[in-house]
């Protein structure tokens, strides 16, 4: 009889009409595929069923979270490799059925329906969030912001490091991630313009290191609003214990509840990934009502690349069922037209695409070094999910699937048309 490994390659080549780049290991110990190249573990027949009933990313994420699948060797290389298989394809439900119609592909899926054994589809992982329509309303948000953050704190102490700033450092050659997100952080408070006697709002503070570096640094009071217990929890001890209380504010806040404005400064920095398209330009005139007349705003955010039809874009299936439920990603300019509908006046736009890219390596190495507490604190699936999510998303800032922006705009006052700016802006750098 032949090998399962052989099998289950020459079926899978069969139905996707191209060679296995990896190498399969499968349940009964045999291996197939090229040597040297990254080993695709399928642990068990259920992994099969996971596939053969949701094709494409959703299964694979499925298998790799529930430990039905795994990789070994090199991760990144593994997922490049596949990339061209599942995320480059471009096939939608359609395409899979057209190819349905091909003989061969037909009986390579027969074959592996043989393998995969009793045909009920496996209960996915219970880390899954059942997928819904993305309604972003204060109680939908709140739902989604704690599934993602409210991890653990000792987990995300292990993923991000001393700095626990959970966005793209800044990255000079040679330095430590902890040196790249106190530059990101500079970087921010410098395009603010922020010193002594100013008034800064950061929308979704996390766990506070915006709100302190700020205060400390440039002397302005600080209201951090953020939707989860734990992150306003662990932001309200540092700032006590840097002896910030009088300057410093954390907030458990949707920011459309803030009224005590105007503020001279807002930074939004990897929150807007949350509002979504339909919501978009409510947040750009919530934040532009909270501004004084010149007072700036710092806009932080990952962008995807633009589409030809952009009524066809789809949220990540396994980002939105595991990692960020409901987020949601715009091309720059999207985000810069929404912000000049709201009155803003958008004054610099600078790419950190590759310094999110390092800044995700440092955050899975972290991970992985750390991998048997990470585990424990959360839980297998759990851990599995990020390492996931990170070398993925580092490969797609890579390889430009993917990028991240600060967007710097100005409430520009409407009779003097002043922007309070300097001639030449970019003074930061």
């Not at 395009?191 to 008034?199: A, D, F, N, T, W």
């Not at 009502?289 to 700036?296: F, S, T």
Request: net charge neutral; aromatic share 6%.
């Amino acid at each position: 009889m032949q090998d399962a490994a052989l099998r289950l390659k020459s079926l899978v080549e069969q139905m996707l009409g191209t060679p296995l780049p990896l190498r399969v290991r499968a349940w009964d110990g045999s291996e197939a595929g090229p040597p040297g190249a990254p080993v695709l573990v399928v642990r068990n027949r259920r992994a099969l069923r996971r596939l053969l009933w949701k094709p494409g990313e959703l299964g694979l994420a499925r298998g790799w979270v529930s430990g039905d699948l795994g990789v070994e060797g090199d991760l990144y290389a593994a997922l490049d490799l596949m990339s061209g298989l599942v995320w480059e394809r471009g096939e939608d439900a359609r395409g899979l059925v057209e190819s349905l119609r091909d003989p061969q592909v037909r009986a390579a899926v027969r074959g592996l329906v043989a393998m995969a054994g009793p045909p009920l589809p496996p209960a996915p992982p219970r880390e899954e969030m059942r997928r819904r329509r993305h309604l972003h309303t204060r109680r939908t948000d709140k739902r989604a912001i704690s599934h993602h953050y409210d991890v653990g704190n000792d987990f995300y102490e292990i993923v991000l490091g001393p700095s626990m700033v959970y966005s793209c450092a800044y990255w000079e050659d040679g330095g430590t991630l902890e040196d790249a997100q106190r530059d990101k952080l500079e970087l921010i408070c410098r395009k603010l313009g922020l010193k002594p006697g100013l008034r800064l709002l950061d929308v979704g503070c996390g766990w506070g290191s915006m709100a302190i570096h700020a205060a400390r640094e440039h002397g302005v009071g600080v209201v951090g609003v953020t939707l989860s217990q734990e992150q306003a929890a662990y932001a309200r001890k540092r700032v006590a214990d840097e002896g910030l209380t009088d300057r410093v504010e954390i907030r458990v806040q949707d920011y459309r509840d803030v009224t005590d404005g105007p503020y001279d400064a807002i930074s939004s920095i990897g929150m807007a990934e949350h509002v979504g398209a339909e919501r978009y330009l409510e947040y750009a005139q919530v934040l532009h009502g909270l501004l004084k007349p010149g007072g700036r705003l710092l806009n932080h955010q990952i962008a995807r690349r633009p589409q030809r039809d952009e009524t066809t874009y789809s949220v990540d299936e396994f980002i939105d069922a595991y990692v960020f439920p409901d987020g949601e990603l715009a091309p720059v300019g999207t985000t810069v037209t929404q912000l000049e509908r709201a009155g803003f006046e958008v004054r610099d736009v600078e790419s950190l695409r590759e310094h999110y890219a390092l800044t995700l390596r440092r955050w899975v190495a972290n991970l992985e070094a750390q991998w048997a507490r990470a585990v424990k604190l959360s839980s297998p699936p759990r851990a599995r999910v990020w390492r996931l999510y990170m070398a993925a998303s580092a490969l797609a800032f890579e390889h430009n699937r993917i990028g991240v922006n600060q967007v710097l705009a100005v409430r520009t006052p409407e009779a003097a048309g002043a922007s309070g700016l300097p001639l030449r802006a970019r003074t930061w750098n």
